[in-house]
């Protein structure tokens, strides 16, 4: 009687265990759906080595940047950085996960630098017009994937900043040559352009020498002419959100060995930094980068900042002018003899006119009349002396004519003459000639414009730059326009060409 409620307890009790085991399970479920599931071990890459790579291609890029590159693809390469460093700040506590378990809308600012650093990279292998404008097209959708990322959390973001480019150095004696320091090279193989690269180092050639510390303006000056000005400080300032820290330290800017904390502002950051700071090269742009370190809480977040740096020298040119001129040709022309007769006591006159040969003229200051023979006879007794005639110039009956009258003149009127002249005159004309002038190898000066005399009677001319030390260029007859960093131009006579390298012309 006793054993019948047993089996209703047992149900009671796997009623019971089945409900825990369901609670487990739907924990569980919940954990993986909170927490994400679980990432089976295997060879995807992490964010952190995603971000890396990226990190690693963007500087391989960069160091094969050439001068036409760190200008014209600076603002790609600023902009790869940015959105980098943006990744990594929002991902630094996920950087052990597998970046292919990201869901896609997370994986498209990723797609666009790699799309980013794949134009740069097509930009670098086949240099060209097209190539930069695509590069330019990339980075403007990098740019937008960075405006989106602003704002969807409180991590910290810099959208822009500036100066893209250093000035040059101002108190470094740029237009000196001190003398001496130009060691075996004469000045004027280091002016020469012709000369191929590696002839001869520090060469200021059209042809690409190998840079090289040696200077290569041509202006000597001594001690106490060296320059005195002071280089003004760089200002850098950058924009973004959450910038600012609250009631924490202010970010800081490192370049080089200078560091130094930013004045802060709505949404900005300002330094002053030494122009000294940043690494310079004599003849080439050179990348210079800036760490910024903003500190939120216990994070600290780094962006690194990309700069061009001008060099001292900006480079040098060359102007070769065709000038079309006119030579004049000389020959001598010697006219037919002319006779002229007259019976006993007569005179005759034999008047002839004479154009010059096709293409000619006559120089009336060098022409002179020759009487060849006087002839006289009296009772047919030659005798010279009866003869009083004379040859001479007469007006030109048409512009440009030679006349000459030749006169048989007798002394007696029982005599008989014969005159014979002719005379001798300089033909001229002008013969076009062409002469090449060139001007040989021109240093540029980032203070003092270049004037180049445009010469009378020039019908073409042909302008070589070389700027920076790799940036060629030629122009046929045109006043060339958005060359960096250097203006050219016609002064309003038209008759001075002018060079002006100027820091502020950024293209």
């Known amino acids: 009687m006793t054993a019948g409620p047993k089996p209703t307890e047992d149900r009671k009790r796997l009623r019971t265990i089945g409900a825990v085991v369901l609670l487990l399970c739907v ?24 971000l890396a790579m990226l990190r690693a291609e963007r500087a391989s890029l960069q160091a094969r940047a050439d001068g036409e590159a760190r200008i014209g693809l600076l603002q790609a390469f600023r902009t790869a950085g940015l959105l980098t460093d943006a990744l990594a700040a929002r991902y630094e506590a996920d950087a052990e996960r597998a970046f292919d378990r990201l869901p896609a809308g997370r994986l498209q600012p990723f797609a666009e630098i790699d799309r980013l650093n794949a134009a ?27 405006e989106r990322i602003a704002g969807l959390d409180d991590a910290p973001l810099v959208l822009a900043y500036t100066p893209r480019f250093v000035p040059p150095r101002r108190a470094t004696g740029e237009l000196t040559l001190t003398p001496g320091a130009s060691g075996n090279v004469p000045p004027e193989v280091a002016l020469r352009l012709d000369m191929p690269p590696g002839a001869a180092r520090g060469a200021a050639t059209l042809s690409g020498a190998a840079p090289s510390t040696t200077p290569t303006v041509p202006r000597y000056a001594p001690d106490f002419a ?20 609250g009631g924490g330290p202010p970010p800081v800017l490192a370049v080089g060995t200078w560091r130094g904390d930013a004045t802060v502002a709505p949404e900005r950051l300002r330094f002053s930094v030494p122009r000294g700071a940043f690494a310079n090269d004599d003849a080439r742009t050179t990348f210079a980068s800036g760490s910024l370190i903003v500190r939120r809480g216990s994070r600290t977040t780094t962006f690194q900042l990309l700069f061009t740096v001008l060099p001292d020298r900006p480079g040098s040119f060359a102007l070769d002018q065709r000038v079309h001129t006119t030579e004049l040709e000389s020959n001598t022309l010697v006219s037919p003899e002319i006779l002229s007769r007259a019976p006993p006591g007569e005179t005759r006159t034999v008047r002839r006119c004479f154009d010059p040969p096709q293409g000619w003229r006559f120089d009336k200051e060098r022409r002179r009349v020759v009487i060849v023979e006087r002839l006289g006879w009296v009772d047919d007794i030659a005798d010279p002396t009866m003869n009083a005639g004379l040859v001479e110039f007469v007006p030109e009956e048409a512009p440009g004519q030679i006349c000459v009258a030749v006169l048989a003149r007798p002394v007696t009127k029982a005599a008989r003459t014969a005159t014979i002249g002719r005379f001798e005159a300089t033909l001229v004309r002008d013969r076009p000639v062409d002469h090449v002038l060139k001007s040989g190898v021109r240093a540029l000066d980032w203070r003092e414009p270049a004037r180049m005399p445009i010469e009378p009677g020039m019908v073409e001319w042909k302008l070589y730059v070389r700027l920076f030390d790799e940036i060629v260029r030629e122009f046929d007859q045109a006043v060339p326009s958005g060359l960096p960093f250097l203006r050219v131009e016609l002064d309003p006579d038209r008759k001075t060409l002018v060079l002006k390298a100027d820091p502020t012309a950024e293209p």
């Open 120 to 146: 740069i990279k097509d930009a670098l292998d086949r240099p060209g017009d097209g190539a930069r404008r695509a590069a330019r097209k990339a980075a403007e959708l990098a740019t937008t994937q960075l």
């Open 226 to 245: 060296a320059s005195g000005d002071d280089d003004p400080a760089v200002q850098i300032e950058v924009a973004g959100v959450f910038l600012t820290p």
């Open 27 to 50: 924990a569980a479920a919940a954990f993986f759906l909170v927490f994400g599931r679980a990432e089976a071990p295997g060879t995807s890459a992490t964010i952190g080595e995603k």
